[in-house]
């Protein structure tokens, strides 16, 4: 069985960091290309980060460019998502996926797999 659990979400002020957790159970996890993705209340589920099994390609959203950044632990099964310089528009529900297929920008059909999610809220 699959399963894909993040941690690491809350409630922070603008401008602040956190760091958001991926671990993956159950299938091969280098095989696989990790997404980021985010839904706030009323918009569409987005594609905010991603990065290829082998961690040499990743790509951004130009919303988070230069202030998020992903990366993976293959040797943990784990990838991660660290967030600078937080904005009140990011605040959302963060879900990591994988996907058997690399493509960029992503296409949220690819992923198969997706963890429960974990809340970002950021005041202002």
């Known amino acids: 069985q699959v399963q894909l659990v993040e941690s690491g979400g809350g409630s922070v002020q603008a401008g602040g960091s956190l760091r958001l957790s991926c671990t993956v159970s159950?299938?091969?996890?280098?095989?696989?290309?990790m997404g980021w993705f985010r839904q706030a209340p009323g918009k569409e589920r987005e594609a905010v980060a991603c990065?290829?099994?082998?961690?040499?390609?990743?790509y951004y959203a130009d919303s988070v460019k230069g202030r998020f950044t992903i990366s993976r632990d293959n040797a943990k099964n784990t990838a991660y998502m660290q967030m600078n310089s937080l904005k009140p528009e990011d605040t959302a529900m963060y879900y990591c996926?994988?996907?058997?297929?690399?493509?960029?920008?992503?296409?949220?059909?690819?992923?198969?797999?997706w963890g429960q999610g974990t809340q970002v809220t950021v005041s202002s």
């Open positions: 996926a994988a996907s058997s297929i690399w493509r960029s920008p992503p296409y949220t059909p690819d992923f198969h797999y």
């Open positions: 159950g299938l091969t996890f280098d095989d696989y290309t």
């Open positions: 990065i290829k099994w082998s961690g040499g390609l990743t």
